[in-house]
C-alpha cells in the first residue's frame, strides 16, 4: 500500500516511524553528540514538519524534514536563552536509536563539535547523507558555491582536529615520547 494512500495523521505516523532514527542520528552529528538536544531537535522539527504536511509531502518529506532540522539546529545556535519543557507522566512509544548509528567516531563527532554549525550541516549533509552540492544547497538555503566553499574548508580542519601531532625534534631529544 502507497504511503500517500493513508489519512494525513496515519500517513505522517508511517513517516516518523521510517524516518526518525536517521533524522535523530543527524541530529546527534550536529549537536556534537549530545543526545538530549539532538532528541529536541527532532521533535521540534517534527512538529513544523506535520504542521507543513501537505506542502512536505508533495516533494520529498525526507529532504523537507532534514532542511527543517538543520534549520532549527542553526536558529538554536544562535538563540542564547534555554527552552524549558513540561514534563509529562506518559512515555513515547518509540525505537532507540543506537549511539553508533553511522558509526560514530568520538574523535569525529568532537572534531565535528568544533566546527561552526553551518559548516557542520554541509559537511552532515554532503558526506554522510550523501546528498549532492545542490541538494545541500537547497536544504541550507544557500548556494552552491557556499556549500562546496564551506564543504572544503570543514574538511581540512577536521584532517587538522583528527590528525595526531607529529613529534617536535625538540620533544624527541628530551625522550619525552613513548
Known amino acids: 500500500m502507497s504511503i500517500r494512500s493513508l489519512p494525513r495523521d496515519d500517513e505522517f505516523a ?6 526518525r532514527g536517521r533524522l535523530v542520528a543527524t541530529a546527534r552529528l550536529l549537536t556534537g553528540g549530545d543526545p538530549h538536544l539532538a532528541e529536541d531537535l527532532v521533535q521540534t522539527a517534527l512538529v513544523r514538519v506535520y504542521l507543513a504536511w501537505g506542502r512536505a509531502r508533495a516533494g520529498s518529506p525526507a529532504a523537507y524534514a532534514r532542511r527543517v532540522l538543520v534549520n532549527g539546529f542553526i536558529d538554536h545556535r544562535r538563540r ?3 527552552r524549558r519543557e513540561e514534563a509529562s507522566s506518559a512515555v513515547p ?11 560514530d567516531d568520538p574523535t569525529l563527532v568532537t572534531a565535528l563539535a ?5 559548516m557542520r550541516a554541509a559537511v552532515v549533509l554532503r558526506h554522510v547523507h550523501d546528498l549532492s552540492v545542490e541538494e545541500t544547497a537547497d536544504a541550507l538555503g544557500c548556494s552552491t558555491g557556499t556549500v562546496k566553499s564551506q564543504t572544503a574548508r570543514a574538511l581540512d580542519k ?7 601531532a607529529a613529534p617536535t625534534p625538540a620533544r ?7
Open 114 to 118: 568544533e566546527l561552526p554549525p553551518r
Open 158 to 164: 577536521l584532517r587538522v582536529a583528527m590528525t595526531p
Open 93 to 103: 512509544d518509540e525505537a532507540v536509536v543506537p549511539d553508533d548509528a553511522f558509526g
Open 14 to 19: 508511517a513517516f516518523v516511524r521510517e524516518h
Open 172 to 178: 624527541t631529544l628530551r625522550g619525552e615520547l613513548p
Open 80 to 82: 542564547p536563552w534555554v
